[in-house]
């Protein structure tokens, strides 16, 4: 009980930098006896290894072929977008959104966001910060913006590894996913959310989602960190909306 995930939202493929095709991630999803899969690529803002937007039709031909192929398992199309611009805009354009099922999406170092000497500023004072473990105010304040601001004016399905990459004033980003309905994502890959992260963001009225963050296939539906943290923390399993 409450050991091994129902569905895995949050995994790569060789379109962003993950090691295998959609089809392994579906394969291996199957095996584990998994209900869905999302396949989540980095979105095309990033700059190093975002999918190309010309490749967004062949991956939705291909999530179609194998939903089409396989009766045991529910495919979708997801992206895991950049989080990065104080507007709140994502690397998902407005009109782009009704190619996905949904959207996921993080803070990540080397997106290029709407205006790129800020993009890059805020790139190398948060790695600054996190390899010296020493953030000032005014950046988690920035950080904490951008992703309050991304949570506000999107339709954000998980926001993953919550405060990873870019400190941020976790009181202010659970508040606002209380109020926008999104789930914390518990992450099998990053550290973050931590047990005592996660400790208090179960103090606000949030859902939270475990996920692999598979960049090989071999990981999807893995979840053996995540579910370490989430006995820690004391967290009702059943407010993990994916624990099966
Ligand atoms: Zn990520
Ligand atoms: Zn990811």
Redesign the pocket.
């Known amino acids: 009980m409450y050991d091994r995930l129902k569905f895995d939202w949050h995994t790569h493929t060789v379109y962003s930098h993950g090691k295998g095709t959609i089809e392994e991630n579906v394969e291996t999803a199957r095996a584990r006896g998994l209900e869905s899969i999302a396949i989540t690529d980095?979105g095309p803002g990033h700059f190093g290894y975002g999918f190309r937007r010309s490749d967004i039709s062949k991956m939705r031909a291909e999530i179609d072929r194998l939903n089409e192929k396989y009766d045991d398992i529910k495919i979708y199309m997801s992206v895991?977008a950049n989080i990065i611009n104080p507007s709140g805009m994502l690397d998902v354009r407005p009109e782009e959104i009704e190619l996905y099922d949904f959207i996921i999406a993080?803070y990540?170092f080397g997106t290029i966001g709407e205006n790129m000497p800020a993009s890059l500023s805020l790139h190398a004072r948060n790695l600054a910060g996190s390899r010296l473990g020493r953030y000032s105010d005014k950046l988690i304040q920035t950080n904490t913006e951008i992703v309050v601001n991304s949570l506000k004016n999107n339709k954000i399905v998980t926001l993953?590894?919550p405060g990873d990459k870019g400190k941020v004033d976790l009181d202010e980003v659970f508040k606002t996913c209380e109020k926008t309905g999104t789930y914390l994502e518990i992450s099998d890959r990053?550290r973050q959310l931590t047990t005592e992260e996660i400790k208090l963001a179960a103090k606000y009225d949030v859902m939270f989602i475990a996920g692999s963050?598979a960049h090989r296939s071999a990981m999807v539906g893995s979840c053996q960190r995540a579910l370490e943290k989430i006995r820690a923390a004391g967290l009702d399993p059943a407010r993990v909306v994916n624990l099966a």
């Open positions: 980095h895991e993080g990540h993953t590894h990053h963050d």
